[in-house]
């Protein structure tokens, strides 16, 4: 049963994270476009520092969960 909830956890945490970095990349680029203006692109980059965060927390928990489930 702990190895399912485990499972599960690193599934749930696995897409989370993986979601987290595909907003960081749209982020980067509007950080990087020219053609939007500079409060955007400044929101844009800060958005994509904190989606960065947000994908490594995630994908460390991920990491933890799969590992308690290898040991259960």
Do not use: P
Not at 24 to 33: L, Y
């Amino acid at each position: 049963m702990e190895t399912a909830k485990q499972a599960f956890n690193y599934v749930a945490e696995s897409v989370q994270g993986a979601t987290s970095g595909v907003s960081k990349e749209t982020n980067k680029e509007i950080a990087k476009n020219d053609n939007v203006d500079v409060s955007t692109r400044l929101t844009a980059g800060k958005d994509a520092l904190g989606d960065k965060i947000d994908e490594t927390v995630h994908n460390n928990k991920a990491e933890a969960h799969k590992q308690l489930a290898q040991n259960n």
